[in-house]
Each structure stands twice: as C-alpha cells, then as structure tokens.
C-alpha cells in the first residue's frame, strides 16, 4: 500500500469559480515558476479520481511514468512536490492540475488514492499556459517540434511574442527562427525531437511549401547523412539541380514556342502566297502557265511541310509537358 502521510480532505466546489474578466491580464506581474511546497498547512488531499488532467497545457508526452510510478509505490507521494490544481471549468466538483501533470499520472498509475494539492482561483486561461510554459521550461524542456507548437498555441491564445521571448529566456530573433518549422512535414516532426534532423536543417526544409517534396529530400538526399554541414550541402546540390532543370526546361519550351511561331507564320504566308497566286491572271503564254503551275505545286507542297512542322513541335511540347507532370509525383514519392 503505498505511503502517504494524511492531511486535511476537501472537497470540491460545487460551483466553479471564474475571474477572467476581472483579471488584468496587461499588467500581470512576470510568471515565476512555482517552488516545492514546504508548509504543511498550504496542501490540501484531493481524490486522484476527481483531479483531472488539463488537455490544453503544453506539454505533450511523458517520459518514465512507470519509474515514477513505482516510486510511489514504495516509497508513497512526496508532499515536497505538490500538485498545483485550479476547480474544472467545466466539470463541476472536480479539479483540473496546473502543474504537476507527469505526477498524476503517475499517482493514478500507481494506485494513489487521494494526493497533496495546491489549489488555486482566479486566474485566466491564458494566465495558467503560461504558468505551466515557464513550470515546463525549468523543470524539463519541451522536445523542440513540442516546443514550437506550444509557441503558436500561445500566440493563438493572445500572448504577444515578446512576452512569450521574456517567460521562456530566448531572444524573438530566436523564437521567430523557430516558428519556420510549424511548415514542416508532420512526417519530420519525429526525427527533429529525436536529434537525426538538425534544427536548422530543418528549417531550410520547411521552406519547401510541398510536404511530398519535404519528404522525397529527407528520404532520397538526407536521410543517411551524418552530420548537419552534408544535410545542408546536400539540400544545396538538390535545389542546383533542380534550378537547372528548370532552367534547362523553361529555355526548351521557350525554343520550341518560339519556332513553332515562326513555322506558323511562314506556312500562314505561304499559304496566302498560295492562294493569291490561284487567283491572279497570268499571261496566256503556255510556257509561262506550266512554270506556274510547277511553281504552285512547290508552294503547296512546302507549305504542308511547314504545316507538319508545326504539329510535330506542338506535339513534342505537349509530350515535354505531360512528361513533367507525370514525375513530378514520382519525384516527390
């Protein structure tokens, strides 16, 4: 059974308490990180089953519940690390953890049936995210794709980029440089927080607004690089190639566009030379009609071979056309 020393019981209030409008939020004095608890007389035992965990705070995975689980097991809840708890705003009679989310999960794990509570009235939502960001930052960083998410929920939230700069120590030049990876693959997200594609290789990738390329460079070009100087000469021979092709595709194009043009307009003249010819009066001379007459046939014959010119190029253009489409997927698989 595991071990806890006993203190006053509460329960929970009936009616939630709310002071969001009347809080000034503007001039809230500089979150602090709240220390341990030491005074007996502050904690209060809440039931683990009426102590709820918060789904907006940001931190999103747990690392060795199960140690601290059997941590408490044998050794019972240490009253030095209390949990810090607000009433649910939306369940009535129950609490919702500020701070102290991997504890409870623990104490819940471990079959805990009431632990030592702060609680605390009166603070906003806004207020409590970023409490628990600074309660976060001091105690374990948030891994760093985590970390950048729970930077755009706060900005969501109305916390300015300042402010957010202030409570968690870096610089806005630093948090904005951040922020370029809310554009990376989902996919990615993973190998960032788990050290095998450097932040700011990383970042570089994000500015890839297709996901399927994101995904076709880290898997064909980065993947088996060990350090991030080749990630990043790597992402450079890539965009230089592809620089080229298009380089090289757009100056095809523009070729053939521009002589499909010129064999237009000739087999148009031609055509019109043709037509004038049949319709002008020539001298009843038979020598100079047969001269003619070969004359035109010459015309016509050449003007169907411009003609067939032409529709080759457009032919081949449409083929250079789809062709590029077609890779395009396959390139981005």
Request: a positive charge.
């Amino acid at each position: 059974m595991p071990r806890i020393k006993q203190l006053k019981k509460v329960e929970a209030p009936a009616v939630v308490e709310t002071s969001v409008e009347t809080k000034q939020e503007t001039a809230a004095a500089p979150v602090v990180a709240e220390k341990p608890v030491s005074t007996m007389e502050e904690l209060t035992m809440i039931e683990t089953s009426k102590v709820n965990l918060d789904p907006n705070q940001p931190r999103e995975t747990y690392e060795k519940i199960e140690e601290l689980a059997a941590s408490m097991k044998n050794k019972g809840f240490d009253q030095a690390f209390a949990i810090t708890v607000r009433p649910d705003p939306a369940e009535a009679g129950k609490f919702m953890v500020i701070v102290g989310h991997r504890r409870t999960k623990a104490a819940l794990l471990a079959g805990i049936p009431a632990i030592p509570c702060h609680v605390k009235h009166g603070y906003s939502e806004r207020d409590i995210y970023e409490f628990q960001l600074v309660e976060n930052e001091n105690r374990q960083d948030l891994p760093p794709m985590n970390r950048v998410r729970a930077f755009d929920k706060g900005i969501k939230m109305g916390i300015e980029k300042t402010r957010l700069s202030k409570i968690l120590g870096v610089s806005l030049q630093t948090l904005e440089a951040d922020m370029l990876l809310l554009g990376l693959a989902k996919e990615l997200h993973k190998f960032v927080d788990n050290g095998k594609l450097p932040k700011d290789v990383a970042k570089k990738l994000a500015l890839y607004e297709s996901s399927s390329e994101q995904l076709h460079i880290w898997n064909n070009h980065l993947i088996s690089k060990k350090t991030a100087g080749a990630m990043m000469a790597s992402i450079t021979a890539y965009q230089n190639k592809q620089d080229q092709t298009d380089m090289f595709g757009k100056a095809r194009k523009a070729a053939a566009d521009t002589g499909l043009m010129k064999h237009r307009k000739a087999s148009e003249r031609l055509e019109k030379v043709v037509v004038d010819f049949e319709k002008g009066s020539f001298h009843n001379d038979p020598n100079t009609i047969n001269a003619r007459k070969r004359e035109l046939e010459k015309l016509k014959v050449l003007a169907v071979t411009m003609r067939r010119i032409a529709d080759a190029l457009m032919v081949n253009i449409t083929a250079y056309d789809a062709k590029k489409d077609l890779e395009a997927p396959k390139a981005a698989a």
